[in-house]
């Protein structure tokens, strides 16, 4: 009797796992069949937000369905991040966040979710360096100048940030503790909001994404002082990387990825993966992407969550040395 009950159980689950699979299979095989959001994080103009524009852009064409954005502002991307973690697993709302993601866990002790295990990478899209920018008022020329001046007059001055745990964030406390200064943060709810107070000179300086930040260095609106990155941007060769600058290991780069609930089918993460890196693989959208000054970053689901996972792991150690908190 105890076999034929083993067996009988071993045949349910079977039966039930069967009929899993084929719901997902079927599921995958009508996908998408009505709209797609991407829950974008910051506002609109945002390098983000226009990165998941321009994919969506691309994607939605190829898979014959729109692609809608919702900029779900707050909280350095956590209040997205949760809404998405708690919509239906069905591939029909991706979280398009920033490599604030891997900030949040360290900054925000009550998530409402857990970012490895009910959120998995769909893939990483752009690779964006991130440009220290000023008034041109100020007279800093260089980064140097900054540092200069900030150490000269301790706790007169103050930066700009596009949120509590954003990638610009985690750069400008990157900045600070191998420049060795103090300042104040003052955090918004997205890159246009800071880089509008950097340019009126109520904020000193900001780790502006470089996609966002390109049209008002070329008018003149904005001084670039020095670039994240361990190489120079192309769009911008005159600027020097912070660690050429002066800095070594002040290198920072801002990435931009696609993330659905952990529950999500297999074979639509897959199709996802697949149609984004068609998208970023289009010329039209390489061209637009280089204009931006951002390296398209295709990354299967598998390896995208495994850099996630590093990045939280380098996020937590800066966290602890700059003793960071939620404001």
Known sequence: MKTIRLLTKAVTVAVALGASLGMSCA???????????FVVPFSAGSATDIVARTVAEAMGKTMGQTILIEN????GGTIA??????SDPDGYTILVHSSGHALNPSIYPNLGYDTLKDLTGVTALAAIPNVLVVNPAKGWKTQADLIAAVKAKPD???????????GTHMNAEIFRIQAGIDALHVPYKGTPDAMTN???GSNDWFFAPLASALPLIRDGKLQALSVSTK?????????PTSIEAGLPGSDYTLWIGMIAPSATPQPILRKLYEEASKALNNPEIKERMAKLGADPMPMSSDAFNAYIKSEIEVAARIVKAANLKAQ
């Open 27 to 37: 599921m995958a095989q009508a996908y998408p069949n009505k709209p797609i959001k």
């Open 72 to 75: 779900k502002l707050g909280a």
């Open 156 to 166: 007169q001055f103050n930066y700009a940030s596009a949120g509590v745990g954003s």
């Open 231 to 239: 190489q120079r941007a192309s769009t911008l060769p005159q600027v």
């Open 81 to 86: 991040a949760a809404q998405v973690a708690k």
């Open 198 to 200: 950097v340019i009126g």
